[in-house]
């Protein structure tokens, strides 16, 4: 296999606001390769958002960052770049969308000149290319009347089209890995269908690596080859999609999948629920981060910190960071 | 106390009481805006019944929040009637507030904005008992005790405000509160909707418990149709300001008639990767229009995959339908009946 098109090693983020400080992510690895969607799963504050961004130079304002650790795209090294070759670096070989499509886009600039401009920096177009290449951008991520649109004013463009045009600007500078961070968590249903379907037509034409940031456990099953499962900034459980979110080992994720209805099932009830709440990360315990809300836990969870052990899989190993279920049910898988 | 109802023990028995809760007749709510005049209830019926748990579904802008806080007053309408527990509701309102308040409650879509942020857990429970002049200090320091048991909060949180608690723990604040004065109504505006996913599954056991517990009628505006389905006991799905279907949940999501209700149900992703390879979803194209001019005709025609000509002319209006519900939809249990 090639060399991936992102990856971090052991990365830890400390996180500094004015009044707290909090390990955000702890000694956490993975990679991206390019054609596959690898899907980041946690609920808020679970540093999913940190660990993929952050290593990127891109936190939220009011945030400093304490980053070790190890962290490649594209050859180099991310950790030790200074901030102006990253923010080139993640200009031309990460596209980013988010939640909200208004914090990408440029109010003031008209949609299509936009993306042109991006084309043109970070793709070497011409202007001419570049507007072309903007124009079938737009048709390519399903906006109608994409030359007309191209002329438009953000705040002329509906909710759905909105976040088109985002994926549209995302793309304009052909990026290798595209970061989807909670990209239909704000949209209505119907939309929300309409986006998964558009990620999912251009991971199949672009062979473009994508990183996607949820905690919709659906948009992950529509999208996702690999899946990993992020609690209190630490890796749960990781593996294919099928494999984690049909066989899940460690009882976070058994508990996260629970509490999913899903009617198309007459077994699933979807309305279980995870007793608890997620520890205070201002404070580095030494076990498990889960054994205060985990059914299973013994003494030992609170005092050694669990390591991902394989449990099977296929191609892709599947991982889980419990010994107590691994034990239990027999689960260790040695080679 | 001039208002009977509200000092008489209230029934629990949910076959006490039967029929409806809730009794919107014709309700129209329209804004004047610089844009135009926006129509985001444009004409609504609806029946809550006793002891139901009510769901009523639709994405932005279909006027699901709109109707819910002008059925409690909290949005004047422009037409239309109101009834709750049998009364004119704007009647009620003007003689008995306090009554009023005491029988119908709303929780908000976020209970930090509902909150003062200077008052603690304890202040923000015991308000509605002072108010209302319930009991004495000793007695409302029982029942706050009681209202924390209830929404499962340790007594630990009492001394704390609101910053300082997760999303689960205010909701289940604010939904203590509405319950502080035993209300027989109780209507909530998205109560999920700002909650992850393991909290949200705590919060909806939660209403079910209450609503099993204390025969309250609930009313609850959502966006997700799969939470809906798992504790509703009858559904309203709303599209641009008007009703487009509803029935009893079970038989609803069994064999829903509209075809936004079917494109609604088909948009929500299977949580089994396996389903989602083959399976492929309903897509709706655009989005919703706007309700400043909401399409000739049925409304969803501009969206609808299986629009016919007397779409574009004729507004279709609610009728009953198989599944024992009402369906506004021309085709609906016709030869040609919608399935997506």
């Known amino acids: ?335 | 106390m001039t208002d009977s109802d509200a000092s008489d023990p209230r029934p629990r028995d949910k076959a006490a009481n039967s029929g409806p809760a809730i009794e919107v007749e014709g309700l129209k709510v329209h804004f004047r805006t610089s844009a135009g005049l926006v129509r985001a209830v444009d004409g609504v019926d609806l029946a809550v019944q006793n002891g139901a748990f009510h769901g009523i579904v639709g994405e932005s802008g279909c006027g699901k929040t709109t109707l819910a806080r002008a059925i409690v007053g909290l949005q004047s309408a422009t037409a239309g009637h109101v009834r709750i527990l049998g009364r004119d509701r704007a009647d009620w309102q003007r003689a008995n507030r306090k009554g009023f308040a005491r029988s119908v409650q709303f929780i908000f879509q976020d209970p930090l904005g509902s909150m003062s942020r200077r008052q603690s857990v304890l202040q923000t429970l015991e308000e509605p008992l002072r108010i209302h002049g319930i009991g004495n200090a000793a007695a409302r320091r029982r029942k706050v005790g009681e209202l924390l048991d209830l929404v499962s909060l340790p007594a630990s949180v009492l001394d704390r405000l609101p910053r300082s608690l997760s999303g689960g723990q205010r909701q289940r604040v604010s939904i203590a509160r509405a319950l502080a004065l035993d209300p027989r109504v109780l209507l909530c505006d998205e109560p999920l909707s700002a909650l992850d996913v393991s909290v949200r599954a705590q919060i909806v056991n939660l209403f079910a418990r209450l609503q099993d517990q204390l025969g309250l009628t609930i009313v609850i505006v959502a966006h997700d149709l799969a939470i809906v389905r798992e504790v509703c006991s009858a559904v309203t799905v709303m599209y641009l300001g008007r009703v487009a279907e509803e029935g009893a949940a079970r038989p609803f999501f069994a064999d829903p008639t509209h075809p936004y209700s079917q494109a609604l149900l088909s948009a929500v992703p299977s949580p089994d990767p396996r389903v989602e390879a083959t399976r492929v979803p309903v897509l709706l194209e655009g989005d919703p229009p706007s309700p400043l001019n909401p399409p000739a005709g049925c409304r969803f025609s501009t969206r609808c995959p299986v629009v016919i000509e007397a779409c574009r002319v004729t507004e279709p209006q609610l009728r009953a339908v198989q599944h024992g519900g009402r369906s506004a939809c021309h085709l609906a249990d016709t030869s040609g009946h919608p399935i997506l």
């Not at chain 1, 004015?18 to 390019?34: E, G, K, L, Q």
């Not at chain 1, 980041?40 to 660990?51: A, C, L, R």
């Open chain 1, 1 to 335: 296999m090639s060399e991936p098109v992102y990856a971090v090693e052991d990365l830890v983020i400390d996180l500094y606001t004015p009044s707290v400080s909090v390990r955000a992510v702890d000694r956490v690895s993975f990679a991206i390769n390019a054609g596959e969607t690898l899907a980041v799963v946690g609920e808020s504050g679970s540093g999913k958002t940190v660990m993929t961004l952050g290593p990127l130079g891109l936190m939220p304002e009011g945030v400093t960052i304490d980053l070790r650790g190890s962290a490649r795209a594209a050859g180099k090294d991310l950790v030790k770049m200074s901030p102006k070759k990253l923010s080139s670096l993640r200009g031309g070989q990460f596209g980013v969308i988010f939640q909200d499509p208004m914090s990408a886009l440029n109010p003031m600039l008209k949609i299509g000149p936009q993306l042109a401009e991006q084309a043109r920096r970070f793709a070497g177009l011409s202007p001419a290319a570049a507007r072309a290449a903007a124009v079938s951008l737009l048709a390519r991520t399903g906006i109608p009347d994409p030359e007309d649109r191209y002329d438009r004013y953000p705040h002329e463009l509906s909710g759905g089209m909105l976040q088109r045009a985002m994926i549209a600007l995302a793309l304009a500078a052909r990026p290798r890995v595209l970061i989807a961070d909670e990209p239909t968590t704000a949209l209505d249903a119907t939309v929300q269908a309409q986006i998964l379907a558009l990620l999912r037509q251009i991971q199949n034409e672009d062979g473009i690596a994508v990183a996607l940031i949820t905690h919709d456990i659906g948009a992950v099953s529509v999208l996702a080859d690999r899946v990993i499962v992020l609690y209190a900034g630490r890796i749960a459980e990781e593996g294919s999609a099928i494999d984690v979110l049909t066989s899940p080992v460690h009882p976070y994720t058994r508990g996260l999948l629970a509490s999913v209805p899903d009617f198309r099932s007459d077994t699933a009830s979807g309305t279980r629920e995870i007793p608890g709440l997620p520890p205070d990360q201002t404070r580095v315990l030494p076990g498990c981060r889960f054994a205060d809300r985990c059914p299973q836990a013994e003494a030992s969870c609170r005092t050694k910190r669990p390591v991902l052990t394989c449990v099977g899989g296929n191609e892709v190993p599947h991982r889980a960071a419990c010994p107590i279920v691994i034990r239990d049910e027999g689960l260790a898988d040695n080679d």
